[in-house]
C-alpha cells in the first residue's frame, strides 16, 4: 500500500509504503503533510488535507497510452486502417489488465494498493472544479 504526491514544497514526487500511525513526510526535503491513522478507513478522510472526496482511477502511463495511439494512427496509411481496431482491441486489453488507484480530489495524492470501496466513482468535472483552486 502506497500513496503518490508531488510535494508541495519541493515539487518532487514521492511515493509512501504505508503503516499504521506513520507520519507522512516528503522523502526529499521532509515536509510533513500528515498521519496516517489507519490504513482501514483511508477513505473517510484523505490523511494529507482531510478531504472527504475521492475518485477512481487507472494506475496506468499515459503517456504510454498515448504512444500506443500513435502507432496505430502512423500505421493507418499502410494497413488501410486496419491498425486501428487492433490499437483499440490493444487498448481495451490494457485497460481490463491494468489496476485501479483511488485520489483525493483536493491534494491529488494517489492510493495505490489500498481496498476501494464500490462508492467511489470516476472523476466528476463539477467536484474537480471545485477543489481546482487548492492545487
Known amino acids: 500500500m502506497t500513496i503518490s504526491r508531488f510535494c508541495p514544497q519541493c515539487k518532487k514526487y514521492a511515493r509512501l509504503n504505508i503503516s499504521n500511525g506513520q507520519v507522512l513526510s516528503c522523502p526529499h526535503c521532509q515536509n510533513q503533510w500528515g498521519t496516517m491513522e489507519s490504513k482501514e ?46 490499437v483499440a482491441f490493444i487498448d481495451w486489453m490494457l485497460y481490463r489488465k491494468v489496476a485501479n488507484m483511488a485520489v483525493c480530489y483536493r491534494c491529488g495524492s494517489e492510493f495505490r494498493g489500498f481496498a476501494t ?19
Open 41 to 86: 478507513n483511508v477513505f473517510e478522510r484523505c490523511p494529507i488535507c482531510t478531504c472527504r472526496q475521492f475518485y477512481i482511477d487507472k494506475d496506468f502511463n499515459q503517456v504510454l497510452g498515448l504512444a500506443v495511439i500513435a502507432v496505430g494512427i502512423v500505421l493507418v496509411p499502410k494497413t488501410y486502417g486496419l491498425s486501428l481496431p487492433v
Open 117 to 135: 470501496p464500490n462508492q467511489l466513482k470516476p472523476f466528476m468535472h463539477p467536484i474537480g472544479l471545485k477543489y481546482d483552486r487548492y492545487r
